[in-house]
């Protein structure tokens, strides 16, 4: 963390405190989701976003536990469905900061079809993917986002195929925010969190993240030695969508983190209906109650 940081958090250490929760906690030992829900905490109170601000949408998984982990207006949805759930939330009303909460399993195989349409669509909210690439809360069975070769309960013989890469198949989707972080750098999810609820459009956020239980083959310590922050790159540019492709393809052995695509001028879904043009009001403000006693 460095000095700015340290003295933003101690200006604001009160703010902070205020999406703390009593809850018991139940995420293992030394697992990434603490750092990833601090981080996001952290984002938050450093853009001024109160409590009921913003709506939290998580899917099922050990991540959409955090729902009870974070003292703010949270929704559980449905396994594979978080997407559509924020992007109705976030047409609904405008006004709110949504962010979606989802794992590698649900998303990228029961709910992959959303992760499409919400990046084709170009969703106005954040996307935090927690990719520990397996199925944790149902105790460790392989996603399409684990290794090939890797030996997991449900696959004891090794994963017999190639993984998808999360990234790049968002970067084959003409998306108009594309970033990665790593579970253990609380300081550097912070920053592409802040940078993300700032974005106009759907910001999908991939974190590569340790979980100790079940993911034996890339714990902490391996990510650690590979992570690297884009911003290291000499003479990378954030706006070339082949270049962050090209970036993207390595997951062993130098694996970039930070903003990896911005395209700013892509605009966002609400902003591009013809049908509410001129209109100041979200359609929360006119839902009106109707009797249906004229009905029967
Ligand atoms: Fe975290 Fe893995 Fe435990 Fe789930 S199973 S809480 S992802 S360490």
Not at 20 to 34: K, M, Q, Y
Not at 175 to 181: H, I, Q, W
Not at 224 to 242: E, P
């Amino acid at each position: 963390m460095n000095n700015e940081q340290l003295k933003n958090l101690a200006e604001h250490a009160g703010d902070y405190m205020k999406y703390e929760t009593p809850r018991v906690i139940t995420w293992c030992s030394g697992c990434g989701n603490f750092g990833i829900v601090n981080a996001l905490k952290r984002a938050f109170v450093q853009l001024g976003i109160g409590r009921k601000d913003c709506l939290l949408c998580f899917d099922v998984g050990c991540c959409g536990n955090g729902a009870d982990k974070i003292e703010a207006y949270t929704i559980h949805g449905l396994h594979g469905r978080v997407l559509s759930l924020a992007a109705g939330a976030k047409i609904g009303n405008p006004r709110l900061n949504v962010v979606a909460v989802g794992g590698d399993g649900g998303t990228f195989s029961e709910g992959v079809n959303h992760l499409v349409h919400s990046v084709r669509n170009n969703y106005p909210f954040l996307f935090i993917l927690h990719n520990n690439e397996n199925y944790g809360l149902t105790t460790g069975q392989p996603s399409s986002l684990t290794r090939k070769g890797a030996k997991m309960l449900a696959a004891p013989h090794g994963v017999a195929v190639e993984p998808i890469n999360a990234a790049q198949f968002v970067l084959s989707l003409n998306p108009s925010f594309v970033a990665r972080g790593y579970s253990g750098n609380v300081d550097e999810m912070a920053d592409i969190f802040v940078e993300a609820l700032q974005h106009k459009g759907f910001a999908f956020v991939e974190i590569l993240q340790a979980c100790p239980t079940y993911n034996k083959l890339t714990p902490n310590e391996w990510y650690a030695t590979r992570v690297k922050n884009v911003s290291t790159l000499a003479g990378y540019d954030r706006s070339d969508i082949w270049q962050a492709r090209k970036l993207c393809e390595d997951m062993d052995k130098e694996i970039y983190t930070g903003v990896l695509y911005l395209d700013k001028e892509k605009r966002d879904f609400l902003s591009v209906q013809v049908g509410r043009e001129g209109y100041k009001t979200g359609v929360v403000d006119e839902v009106k109650g109707y009797g249906v006693e004229g009905l029967y």
